[in-house]
């Protein structure tokens, strides 16, 4: 019990601390807020065929899960090791595991709230709410867990500010490219083939399966999701350092 | 079986050896310093008790297990302040105390009340980084004892605290002590060692070069007597060295010392002395050397 006791606490204070803070919440659920309303409304994206709300709807909810485990767990996390607060945490009774349960508690809470107002938002918008709940939860247990797992291997490697940095910089750089806000069958070519291959992409075709009209996601993309939500981990694992970079 | 036993501990990085073959205990209900001037390696000693470093040879066993293989047993047992730790910038001390306090399993009874204890009760709500600097060290030791520690390891746990914070810190230590809890502390004041260890260890460039109570560091120094006292500036030195039987001198402005067997009877000759003068006596010291002293002849004679 005293182990339960200790995640929820910990996962609820990195949910209070991060509402007061208030920047990171603004990147998790502002933006993909944002990308759904307004290109919902202006059509000027080469969305292909069907309402664009339609097509939006599973690449803002893969925004929403990538932005929330990436960017969100990665700065904090960064912060928390650059200033010693991991440290602190170290000779405190909660172990490595708890604190990543506590992590992975805090996430899927937020993203609960993120998912259920944009939902909402796209119904209002029109969306057609075509629903597969197992394709809904394994898209974002797998891209919680793979891009989790890249924030935790950058904040585990990189100094406090350097992580902020690169972490933005990813999130901007999958954004673009990683065919969050172009499909990737939109993307040139070559470009097109990466970021069939990059977890933002696969994570976008698995939402589609869960939240779209049509099959989106072959077996390759569940694939490649699931492989990202085990490299990802295992590498930050093998090269997270607790201690402040000196 | 001591509450901290460190057996030969070796700690180096890379080339420099920070911490050469120590070798001391710490019992429970007695509050030891590790004392000496920065880079003594007092700081890499409590970091082995603390788990985070390994020995480089030699040993260290807290409550009789070892800090690394056995963390999660020994981690729950021990509380920790670490030198100039910060924590989430944005959590109220309220928040921080309830937060440790579910980390452990044996928490205090009220958390809260440790804000009181630490006079931290205004400034409950006040996010992290608002704190002052004491303010925020006297947090750190709230978290230190929220878990009901056997052992607590404090680094430098005055520094930067005024004085109101010092005899806040001060009376606590004092508290956990009567309770039975084992305090290892580490300062480089001398001032702080001598008003809370009940004894202090001596480091100087990784090796212990003393360890004992104040009044057996003072009996083993073989330096000079003396008997120190203040009184007015303009005091006739030259004067009172011939009542006395040897040289006195002013050591700064109102304070002497004077050279000479320190015995009550040198004392009753100096109080003498100033009575006749009509002259006003401060402070008098004898018998016992100050810690200053001690310390300053250990550190000028260690290799």
């Not at chain 1, 010693?84 to 709230?113: H, I, Q």
């Not at chain 1, 990813?170 to 977890?199: C, H, M, R, S, T």
């Not at chain 2, 030891?32 to 880079?39: K, Q, S, V, Y």
Request: aromatic fraction near 4%.
């Amino acid at each position: 019990m005293s182990a339960v006791r200790a995640v929820v606490a910990q996962a609820r204070t990195e949910v209070v601390l991060a509402v007061r803070q208030g920047e990171q919440l603004l990147v998790a659920l502002g933006i993909p807020l944002l990308v759904l309303v307004f290109f919902s409304v202006v059509d000027v994206l080469p969305l292909g065929s069907g309402r664009p709300v339609d097509v939006l709807t599973p690449s803002v909810a893969a925004l929403a899960v990538l932005s929330a485990s990436m960017v969100g767990v990665g700065i904090s996390t960064g912060f928390e090791r650059h200033y010693g607060v991991l440290k602190r945490l170290g000779v405190s009774p909660l172990t490595r595991p708890r604190l990543l349960g506590a992590k992975a508690l805090a996430t899927v809470a937020t993203e609960a709230v993120q998912l259920a107002v944009l939902l909402v938002v796209a119904l209002v918008l029109g969306w057609d709410a075509s629903f597969s709940f197992v394709p809904f939860v394994g898209a974002i247990v797998l891209g919680t867990v793979a891009f989790g797992g890249l924030g935790m291997l950058l904040a585990g490697v990189l100094s406090g500010p350097a992580n902020l940095a690169v972490n933005n910089a990813v999130y901007l750089l999958l954004l673009l490219f990683g065919g969050v806000a172009v499909p990737a069958a939109e993307l040139p070519g070559p470009v097109g083939a990466v970021a069939d291959l990059l977890p933002s992409g696969a994570l976008i075709a698995a939402m589609g399966d869960a939240l779209g009209s049509a099959d989106t996601a072959g077996a390759g993309t569940w694939l490649v999701l699931a492989a990202w939500a085990v490299v990802t981990p295992v590498a930050a694992a093998a090269t997270f350092s607790w201690a402040p970079r000196d | 079986m001591s509450a901290v036993e460190i057996e030969s501990l070796v700690v180096r990085y890379g080339s420099v050896t920070a911490v050469d073959g120590v070798s001391l205990r710490a019992e429970a209900g007695e509050v030891l310093a590790l004392l000496g001037p920065n880079g003594a390696g007092k700081t890499s000693t409590v970091e082995t008790l603390e788990g985070f470093r390994c020995p480089d040879a030699g040993s260290v066993r807290v409550l009789g297990l070892d800090p690394v293989g056995d963390r999660r047993a020994l981690l729950p047992r021990i509380g920790v302040m670490l030198q100039s730790c910060r924590l989430y910038s944005v959590i109220r001390p309220v928040e921080a105390v309830r937060l440790f306090a579910a980390h452990h399993p044996h928490p205090v009874d009220d958390p809260d009340a440790l804000l009181d204890r630490v006079g931290l009760r205004d400034r409950s709500r006040t996010v992290w980084r608002r704190l002052s600097g004491g303010e925020q060290q006297r947090l750190a030791l709230a978290l230190a004892l929220v878990g009901r520690p056997e052992v607590v390891v404090l680094d430098e746990p005055t520094a930067g605290l005024d004085v109101h914070g010092r005899d806040l810190v001060r009376s606590i230590i004092r508290e956990l002590r009567d309770d039975g809890v084992c305090v290892l502390l580490t300062t480089h004041e001398l001032d702080e060692a001598e008003r809370l260890a009940d004894r202090v260890a001596v480091l100087h460039r990784g090796r212990l070069v003393a360890l004992g109570s104040l009044d057996e560091l003072a009996a083993a120094d073989r330096g000079p007597q003396s008997v120190r006292f203040s009184g007015p500036s303009d005091l006739d030195v030259a004067a009172l060295s011939t009542v006395l039987g040897g040289p006195v001198r002013a050591e700064g402005p109102g304070s002497f010392v004077a050279e000479v067997v320190s015995s009550a009877s040198t004392v009753a000759s100096l109080a003498g002395w100033f009575a006749e003068q009509g002259l006003p006596l401060g402070e008098v010291r004898a018998g016992r050397q100050r810690l200053e002293d001690v310390y300053r002849r250990l550190v000028e004679e260690a290799p």
